[in-house]
Structure formats: structure tokens, C-alpha cells
């Protein structure tokens, strides 16, 4: 059962460490596309890296947004 929720929470796109946060973020940094995302928070627990479809594809929802809007880390 625990399994189910922290699913639900990679898709929960206003939650830090989500699939959508990660790939937003790691554009906004300049960092190389790395599929993934952090159950208990970023840089919090274990850092899932993701393989399927579904998952990849939330996360370059964020990465793409945030290539589009152009939205970057000025160092």
C-alpha cells in the first residue's frame, strides 16, 4: 500500500521533489535531463531515478515548461 502513495506523490506537480519539480529544476540549473525524483522531499531519503514512460514523460513536462519559459539559473 505505501508504494501506491509515493506514486501518487512523484505526479503531485506543486511538490517539491516530484517528478514535475525535479525536471523543472534541472533545467532551471542547466543540469543534463536525469529522469527523477525525491519521495520524502529534494535532497531528502533516497533519490528514485525513473525507466518508465509514464514517469519520464511527467518529468520533461517540467524540464520543457521551464525550457520554454526560459526560466534560468544566472550564475
Known amino acids: 500500500m505505501p508504494s501506491k502513495k509515493i506514486k501518487f506523490e512523484a505526479f ?3 511538490r ?3 517528478l514535475y519539480d525535479r525536471g523543472a529544476a534541472d533545467s532551471y540549473y542547466g ?3 536525469q529522469p527523477h525524483w525525491w519521495p520524502e ?3 531528502k ?3 528514485i531515478d525513473v525507466t518508465k514512460q509514464g ?3 511527467e518529468y ?3 524540464y520543457n515548461w521551464n525550457e520554454r519559459h526560459g526560466d534560468k539559473k544566472h550564475w
Open 60 to 62: 520533461m513536462v517540467g
Open 41 to 43: 522531499g529534494t535532497g
Open 45 to 47: 531519503g533516497e533519490r
Open 31 to 33: 543540469r543534463q535531463i
Open 55 to 57: 514517469e519520464i514523460d
Open 16 to 18: 517539491h521533489g516530484s
Open 12 to 14: 503531485e506537480r506543486n
